[in-house]
């Protein structure tokens, strides 16, 4: 059976028919976990280390074959840290990923404009979690590259990414629980409602874009 890909998420209980990619907030602890994870620093706690010791422990996470992304990391205009904090330990996470050849798991909040300027600089893979933007903002976006992680908004019925999702391309995009208790599956329920999809072809295509992201990384990897 092709396996549900949860590319972000809290909760690190092992599912048979579920790959999670666990994400690791370097605030909280740099314990190594054994799966598949992202290592950063919220927007939120970008007052909480220094440049240099987020450089040292998301060094110490490169060292581990399961480190699949950077972050999350990003831009948040609502939460009170000061948003020049934000700015530089955002692009400190960018500049990591993107010398190791690492996808970027990506918060945004009202900050759009920034992040699309700084973002620019940097060649990674770079994927929008949580993304629940409507239709001017995802045409604006896929113009610019990015990938989009689909969470629990969609199950709101008549929410801005339910309008939206239809012009993300299958190939762009992904799902993700985070800290709900939704189940990775009912998100991919509905967006197969919306879209007129069958679940196994949606499976098929997430898992696969999750490979290809996973043997780009392990490849690039080796040859550092």
């Not at 239709?135 to 990015?146: A, D, H, I, N, P």
């Amino acid at each position: 059976m092709i396996p549900y890909i949860d590319l972000h998420t809290h909760g690190n209980v092992r599912k048979n028919d579920e790959i999670k990619v666990f994400n690791l907030l370097l605030n909280e602890s740099s314990d190594i976990p054994l799966l598949p994870f992202s290592a950063g620093l919220h927007p939120w706690y970008a007052d909480q280390l220094s440049v240099d010791d987020l450089s040292k422990r998301l060094n110490q996470c490169l060292q581990s074959p399961d480190l699949f992304a950077i972050g999350e990391t990003g831009l948040d205009k609502v939460c009170k840290t000061a948003l020049n904090l934000q700015l530089d330990i955002f692009e400190c996470q960018l500049k990591i990923a993107s010398e190791n050849n690492l996808p970027v798991i990506i918060h945004c909040v009202r900050a759009w404009e920034e992040l699309i300027e700084i973002s620019g600089n940097y060649h990674s893979t770079k994927i929008l979690h949580g993304y629940q933007g409507g239709v001017q903002l995802t045409e604006r976006l896929l113009k610019k590259g990015f990938c989009f992680s689909i969470g629990k908004a969609i199950l709101n019925s008549g929410s801005a990414i339910q309008s939206s999702i239809h012009l993300i391309p299958k190939t762009s995009l992904f799902c993700e629980t985070d800290t709900s208790v939704v189940s990775i599956k009912e998100i991919y329920e509905k967006i197969c409602a919306i879209l007129k999809l069958h679940e196994e072809d949606l499976r098929k295509t997430i898992f696969e874009n999750y490979k290809k992201l996973k043997v780009k990384v392990e490849r690039l990897k080796d040859k550092g």
